[in-house]
Structures are given as structure tokens and as C-alpha cells.
């Protein structure tokens, strides 16, 4: 099962309302707010980030950066960095399916991807949330208040700025 099948299927189970949308492929959060028709903040950016010795995900909107020291203070970490383009695709390799690269992961952890997740606080700011799912030409868009009852995240706090 893709990713965005298993997507699908959680959503379709929990009867949450959404739309799904195939496209060119988006490399940027900018390439994919235009094809998808959304502002940037809309955009839900899902980072696979190494904290201390574990892979954790956190997702913050598309129009700001990860600011890793309230991340630190927060988890008490002390050492934190990016996953590799390689440890991405190794981490979310599974069941037949290759893995997922830069630009694709969806903001979801468990049952979909194997990591502890965490949401910045900015992502209640806005009434949608869409995110490429799986692939950098599928792209998912749906309610902020549904996403947080299915994504069920680890954490809800501020680890983003706007540059």
C-alpha cells in the first residue's frame, strides 16, 4: 500500500471530509501552494528531524523555518539535525514500497509514518492544511480542526519563525 493510500483509507475511516489532488511534481512549499491554489501558510512542511538518538517528525507551515533551539528547550535535546535525504528513504522504506523523499512526507505519524510527531502551534492559525502525500505529485488538503484529530500529534507547540 502507497502512502497515500494508507492516507486515504485512515481518513476514509474516520469518515473526515478532504480533497485529493494530482499534479506536476512540487519540489518547493512555494511549486506546491501555486499547483494546488492555496496560500504558502496553508502548506503543512513535514520535517524528519534526528532528536538526541531518535527520528521524531514535525510539521510547522510552509511559509516559516524550524527554529531548532526552541525545539531543544522544549524536548530538552541537545543535539538535533535535518535526516539525511538517504536516512529519509531508508526510515520510511517499508512492505514493498520504496521510500519517501525530500518534498513528500506527509504530516502524519503513526499509523502512517513510524515517528514520534510534533505540530507547531502556527498550524492552528489557519482553517486548512494541505501537504504532499506520499509523493511530490499527490497532494492532500483538508481542515485543520480534522487533521488534528486524526494526526493525534506527540506535542503541540511554537518551533517556527517567519524569515
Do not use: W
Not at 20 to 26: A, F, G, K, R
Not at 62 to 81: D, P, Y
Not at 104 to 122: R, T
Not at 139 to 144: A, G
Request: neutral net charge.
Amino acid at each position: 500500500m502507497t502512502v497515500l493510500e494508507a492516507i486515504r483509507r485512515l481518513l476514509e475511516s474516520r469518515q473526515i471530509d478532504f480533497r485529493e489532488l494530482h499534479h506536476e511534481p512540487t519540489y518547493t512549499s512555494e511549486e506546491a501552494a501555486r499547483v494546488r491554489g492555496e496560500e504558502l501558510r496553508h502548506g503543512g512542511k513535514a520535517l524528519l528531524m534526528k532528536v538526541n538518538n531518535d527520528f521524531s517528525l514535525f510539521v510547522l507551515p510552509a511559509e516559516r523555518r524550524v527554529h531548532s533551539a526552541m525545539i531543544r528547550k522544549q524536548l530538552g535535546a541537545k543535539k538535533m539535525r535535518f535526516a539525511t535525504p538517504e536516512e529519509l528513504q531508508q526510515l520510511t522504506a517499508g512492505e514493498g514500497r520504496p521510500g519517501l523523499v525530500p518534498g513528500s512526507v506527509p504530516p502524519f505519524g503513526e499509523p502512517i509514518l513510524p515517528f514520534p510527531l510534533y505540530v507547531d502551534s502556527g498550524i492552528r492559525e489557519n482553517e486548512r492544511i494541505a501537504f504532499n502525500a506520499g509523493s511530490l505529485n499527490d497532494s492532500v488538503i483538508m481542515s485543520v480542526k480534522d487533521y488534528f484529530q486524526v494526526a493525534c500529534p506527540e506535542q503541540v507547540f511554537s518551533f517556527s519563525r517567519l524569515d
